[in-house]
């Protein structure tokens, strides 16, 4: 009896300890992937001329061609080309698209699909549904032919989720390039 009762308390506590370890687990993963997000806006940002770089929540937007007019609100409504890359703490490569609707990314990058669309995506900022955390943080405030990276850790990504070719919990950039928005 006093084996079992040592047994369960024993289980009780792997139970309790295994999430734990694997929350501190990810949360390491996660500061791993914003201290190389970091080292890589350095680098940028020691390029002359600098670009501009806007930190919103646990999203960094890296301005690469100034827009101009209104900057993008929550309600706002925003035409845009993009495209999506696992993040390896370097400017984005052919290797690491996942995901694009400019034909131009797609031909340069020798990707293909079966049905390609290559049209341009707009939403409604706010609408949850429709993006990501770190990408709709990243568009906060952008303005009408802005081109950007938005860079943001697998926490503001997909999270554990497996998406196509995208492991669980992984960093991502986008490069985006706004066609126009309004703020209705």
Not at 14 to 42: H, N, R, W
Not at 84 to 97: K, M, N, W
Request: charged content about 20%; glycine content about 12%; aromatic content about 10%.
């Amino acid at each position: 009896m006093k084996r079992l009762t040592r047994y369960i308390a024993l289980a009780a506590a792997a139970a309790i300890l295994v999430p734990g370890c694997k929350k501190q687990s990810l949360e390491s993963t996660y500061s791993s992937q914003e201290d190389s997000i970091d080292s890589f806006i350095e680098s940028m940002e020691s390029q002359d001329p600098a670009p501009r770089v806007v930190h919103n929540g646990g999203s960094n937007r890296i301005v690469l061609t100034e827009g101009t007019g209104d900057e993008l609100r929550e309600g706002g409504q925003v035409s845009f080309y993009y495209a999506g890359y696992t993040f390896s703490g370097s400017e984005p490569s052919a290797g690491s698209l996942f995901a694009t609707n400019r034909e131009e990314t797609a031909t340069e990058s020798n990707w293909t699909l079966t049905s390609p669309d290559y049209s341009i995506l707009t939403l409604t900022l706010g609408d949850e549904a429709q993006l990501i955390e770190g990408l709709r943080l990243g568009l906060e405030g952008v303005k009408g032919g802005e081109i950007c990276y938005i860079v943001f850790s697998g926490k503001y990504g997909f999270g554990d989720k497996i998406i196509g070719g995208i492991p669980a919990n992984s960093a991502l950039i986008f490069q985006v390039w706004v066609e126009s928005l309004t703020n209705d």
